[in-house]
Every structure is written in structure tokens, then in C-alpha cells.
């Protein structure tokens, strides 16, 4: 990740004894610098946190101890090749699991800590369709799955990140508000983490456009860019905000809800009750309703497909050159285009990186949605932003959820213990 908080010691020397958060702070400084480079020397670190060699041998000791980190080699510098040990993020045995439920499918992201995929996979459910205790007793059924599936992978996950399509209460997992699964006040944290029981996993829960863009500002096609919205390309869309290398969250942590922005008055209704919400003209459930009316959400009798099937149907029809679907995703193009104008007005991005289905059908709907975003941005440079797809398709908040709870290891890596029980062999 690009954007490093780096707590450096005033001397350069050790910490003082009993300066526990201080030495927290200084093991973190060290992860993150190996988070962003594939192995650094001793000195190597040394140089870019300021800590003293001796402060960063010391806390490599610690690191190793914990399996958090492994020595990779000997690397020789210098006219008279002096050598260096070089030392890389390991933490085999500490997973990571993301997730994320949807109108129809739950996702699943599981890492170690080196990023290594332990495992991934999408569920089709329909949580539209069902009641929030179904919907939670189906999530949970998979979270054990997945748990189980990396603990055979020799990596014991230090917790869940789950992502929701709604408003939600980071500090408390809750649910506030969730228009597309008709949920409201849900707390859904504390009601998963009595599902897991005995496995003992800690659960947070965020909006799944706030996942997706750390995810895609840590790792995607964006990476490292300081300032980026992210779009869900869902039945519902919702934006997550870079702004100066930080998620925008706003005074009670719900910025990003750009879908409901009014766009129609004279619209169609939204599921959050409004009428002409940004997502009822680019949501995946309005160009379905355009383009495949036969196979619209909410019809009687009919199963929920893939989102990624109703997708590669229309992209099947677009590329025969489907009129009926071709005015379609030319209609949503220049919505997208007009709500991405006054997202660019409004945080002057670089990029908006658009995901789920709009990432799919990105070279039939950018050209159209970029034009209207260069006609009515204002401010010049605001012209400059551009559409991007992003290449992590319908998974980009379950990986960005399995980011948040590595960066939280990463922040306190005195949380894994020091001797953790070897992992299976692999």
C-alpha cells in the first residue's frame, strides 16, 4: 500500500522498556515497508522507517518468532559485495477471510498473510428473496466452510471481513439499512459471530463499495492512485471514496451512497423508496429489465441466475450486435457518464474505477459514459478523470474486505501469538 504511517523512534535507538505501543507501532512500520516490496534487508528497513539497525534487528527477531515474517537469501551490495540478509512477509499460518452477500450471491476471499489465496469462490443466493435470518444462517454455513477449507491450508484466519450493499455501522456491525436485502438495524456482526461459536473468528462488517476501493487503492487496477471513487456495478451501486490516500467515510460513516443520488424525478422507484435513484438507470437490474425483459429480477417463478450469467448473456447479445441490447447499454452508458460528472465535480478523482458488471461490459459502456463525463465535468482538470474497469470483476469487496483485516494484523501484529502451532503441510 502506498500511503505508509511510519512511527519512527525520537533517538533512533530502542524503545523504552514498557513502551509497548510504541514497540506495536514500530513492528507495524516494519510489515508495512515489507508489505510494499517482495524483500528489503535489515538496512533496507532501516533506511525507509528512520528506526536505528539494532531497534529493527531486534524487532526482526520478534517477527520471525511469530512466523510473520521468513529470511529469503543472502544479497550482496556494494564494490566489495557486502553481504545482506533479505527478509520477506511470510505469516503462512494467519488468514484472512473476506466476504460478501449481495441481492444474489454471497463471495468469499480467503489469504494468508502474504496474500497467497487460500480460497475463493461465489455462492448464488438469493438474499433479495429471503428472510435476514435465512440470509444470515445461509452466510454463516458458508463462513464455516471457508474457515474450514483454510484451516486444512495450514492458515488459521485472525478474522472476517463481510461486506454489505447498505448503510452500516463499522463501529458496531450493524446494519443500519440495507434497501436491496430489506434490511434494517441488523447486527449482523455480532449474529455471525454466534453462528461461528467455538471457531472463535472476529467479524467486522462495511459497506461493500468502501471494501472495493480499499481493494482496488491497495491492489487493483488503480493501485496506489491517492485519489479514486470506485463504483459496484450490482442490482444496487454504491461508490467508495479515496480521498488523499484515506477512505472518505464522512461524520457517521456513511459517504458513498451515491446510487441513491436523484437523478429522474419523474423515474422509476428506487428500493429505498425514493423515486429516480442513480441506480434504477444503471443498476444491473435496470439494463436487465431493458435489455432481457423475459428475465427481469422479481419475475414470478424465476430462479436467481449468476449475476456473471445475466452478464455474459448480454455481452453474448452485445457482441452479435443485439439492437434491443445495444440501446440499452448505450442508455446506461450516458446515466453512468452523467452520475460520474457529479462525482468528478464533486472529489475531482483521477480515476473511477467501475466493477461488477460494469467492468464487464466496460468497452460497450465506456465510451458512452466517458463522453458525457468530459461534457459535464466544470472544472478543467475534472476532464482529465477517467473511466477505468476493474479486473477483479464481481469479487473486488470480498478482496478488499480480506485487505481490511490484513491491515489490521498488520497494525498490531503483537495480536498472533508468539508460537502458533505449525500448519498442515501443503
Known sequence: MTNRHLTRTSTGGTPPAGSAALRRANLSSVLRELRD??????????????????????????????????????EHVGAIGRPRRAVALHGAHVGALGMEINVDYIAVHGTDLSGRVLVERRVVFDAMGSTPDRAVRRLGLVAKEAVEAMRRAGSAPAGIAVAVPGLVDAARGVVTLAPNLYWRDLPLADRLTAMLGPLSVPVLVDNDANLAALGEYISGVAAGTSDLVYLTGE????????????????????????????????????????????????????????????????????????????????????????????????????????????????????????????ASLAQWLLPHAQDQLQRLAVAAPATECRFVASTFGFGAASRGAASMVISQIIDDPTTIMDSPPRPAAF
Open 235 to 358: 442490482v444496487g451501486v454504491g461508490g467508495g471514496i479515496i480521498s488523499g490516500g484515506r477512505l472518505l467515510r464522512g461524520a457517521d460513516g456513511f459517504s458513498g451512497e451515491v446510487g441513491h443520488l436523484r437523478l429522474d424525478p419523474n423515474g422509476d422507484q428506487c428500493g429505498c423508496g425514493r423515486i429516480g435513484c442513480w441506480e434504477t438507470k444503471v443498476g444491473l437490474a435496470a439494463l436487465v429489465r431493458t435489455a432481457m425483459p423475459e428475465h427481469a429480477y422479481g419475475l414470478p417463478g424465476m430462479p436467481v441466475p449468476d449475476p456473471g450469467e445475466r452478464v455474459a448473456d448480454i455481452a453474448r447479445g452485445l457482441a452479435s450486435g443485439d439492437r434491443r441490447m445495444m440501446m440499452a447499454v448505450a442508455q446506461v452508458g450516458e446515466w453512468l457518464g452523467l452520475g460520474g460528472s457529479i462525482l468528478a465535480n464533486l472529489f475531482n478523482p483521477r480515476v473511477i474505477v467501475i466493477g461488477g458488471y460494469f
Open 37 to 74: 516490496h517482495t524483500s528489503l534487508s535489515r538496512a533496507d528497513i532501516a533506511e525507509a522507517t528512520g528506526l536505528h539497525r539494532a531497534t529493527v534487528s531486534n524487532l526482526m527477531a520478534e517477527l520471525l518468532e511469530r512466523r510473520l515474517v521468513r529470511e529469503v537469501g543472502v
